[in-house]
């Protein structure tokens, strides 16, 4: 059964840290992709990074680019997003998601995410 489950979200204030975390089972990482996806309050949700647990190779949303930094350990079966200068804008809930990948980069766009798990909420603010 594929589980995911986010943890490591919280209050943190403006130009903070948080480290995000996703505990993966159920399927072997090397296979897949794993997203992080952020949903603010009346707002679509929206592709923050991905990454291959094959190669690693990454992607990310232009909001993210520079700030984040997605990383994975095939080992434990989890994948990590540590996100730095936080901003107000970046309060939302965090979901991480995975669909089976071969060759291709991975992508941002979420219907191709088949599994998902429930959220963590992240707010930044003073």
Same mark, same amino acid.
Request: hydrophobic share 30%; with cysteine.
């Given at each position: 059964?594929?589980?995911?489950?986010? +943890?490591? *979200? *919280? @209050?943190?204030?403006?130009g903070g840290s948080l480290n995000l975390s996703c505990a993966t089972s159920g399927f072997k990482l090397d296979f897949y992709a794993i997203g992080w996806f952020s949903q603010a309050p009346g707002k679509e949700r929206e592709g923050v990074s991905c990454i291959k647990g094959r190669d690693g190779s990454t992607n990310f949303a232009d909001p993210a680019e520079g700030r984040f930094t997605i990383s /994975?350990?095939?080992?434990?079966? $989890?994948?990590?997003?540590? $996100?730095? +200068? @936080?901003?107000?804008?970046?309060?939302?809930?965090?979901? !991480?998601?995975?669909?089976?990948?071969?060759?291709?980069? !991975? =992508? @941002?766009?979420? /219907?191709?995410?088949?599994?998902?798990?429930? *959220? =963590?909420?992240? =707010?930044? +603010? +003073?």
């Open positions: 059964q594929v589980q995911l489950v986010e +943890s490591g *979200g *919280g @209050l943190v204030q403006p /994975r350990d095939n080992a434990k079966n $989890m994948v990590y997003l540590q $996100m730095d +200068s @936080l901003k107000p804008e970046d309060t939302a809930v965090y979901y !991480c998601a995975a669909y089976r990948i071969f060759f291709e980069q !991975c =992508t @941002l766009t979420r /219907r191709y995410y088949d599994y998902w798990g429930p *959220g =963590t909420q992240v =707010t930044v +603010s +003073s």
